[in-house]
């Protein structure tokens, strides 16, 4: 168990809809990851948050959005969901704000599954 | 920019043999590497890492070797064993970026 925690575990949904995904980081950390895994497009980064600011972008299209909020915990907004959007969807903390820090290891949420139908 | 490229699996091997999975990385300026291992249904975990060149990381019985020469962290193990069945990812943080490149991650089946 890395501390990370995902909700919900499994989501199914219509296409053109939008949905919510929470990540609560490990006590202590400042910074959450959002990250995309699918069988096309392999693990992506998507977005960082550092004590309620953005820190790095990556692929993250115009329809998501994420916000972290004053307790820390992350939401990725997903909206006019398509059917490519499927698939899971995992939350990273971390203590500081820089990836490349060797005292700044990742730490790994179980994943959101969203199934787009 | 930069990029990870990584062997293609499936990867299936018999307990107790050697293994060895390819990384190869494309980056400028001096990048810290990674191997991140995902058991089934969970997310993933650091398995061992290197930041400068000629660096080893090891963890749980795995290696790999920061090789700037070659561009390569290749991950080895002696002996596998059945719990190591998973899927493996390489990735690398270069020095002025913020995030993690990953490989297209190689799953590795150990049959008993």
């Known amino acids: 168990d890395s501390g990370v925690t995902q909700t919900p575990k499994h989501l199914i949904t219509a296409t053109g809809q939008r949905v919510t995904l929470r990540c609560s980081p490990r006590?202590?950390?400042?910074?959450v990851y959002w990250y995309q895994q699918s069988l096309d497009q392999g693990l992506q980064f998507l977005i960082q948050y550092y004590n309620g600011e953005e820190r790095a972008k990556g692929n993250i299209l115009e329809r998501f959005s994420a916000q972290q909020f004053p307790d820390l915990h992350s939401e990725l907004n997903l909206s006019s969901l398509e059917l490519g959007d499927s698939a899971l969807y995992f939350c990273?903390?971390?203590?500081?704000?820089?990836?490349?820090?060797?005292?700044?290891?990742?730490?790994f949420g179980p994943g959101t599954r969203l199934t787009v139908l | 920019g930069n990029s990870v490229t990584q062997m293609e699996g499936p990867v299936t091997l018999s307990e107790e043999a050697f293994l060895t999975i390819n990384c190869t990385y494309t980056?400028?300026?001096?990048?810290?590497l990674f191997w991140y291992v995902q058991y089934p249904g969970e997310g993933l975990q650091l398995l061992l890492k290197?930041?400068?060149?000629?660096d080893k990381g090891s963890n749980k019985g795995f290696e790999a070797t920061y090789r700037k020469e070659t561009t390569s962290f290749h991950l080895e193990k002696g002996s596998v064993q059945v719990s190591d069945s998973a899927v493996y990812f390489c990735?690398?943080?270069?020095?002025?970026?913020?995030?993690?490149?990953f490989g297209s991650g190689t799953r590795l089946s150990i049959r008993p």
């Open positions: 290197a930041t400068k060149a000629d």
């Open positions: 990735a690398l943080v270069g020095s002025s970026a913020s995030k993690i490149i």
């Open positions: 990273a903390s971390s203590v500081g704000g820089r990836a490349e820090s060797s005292y700044n290891e990742q730490f």
């Open positions: 980056a400028t300026g001096y990048p810290s």
């Open positions: 006590s202590g950390d400042l910074s």
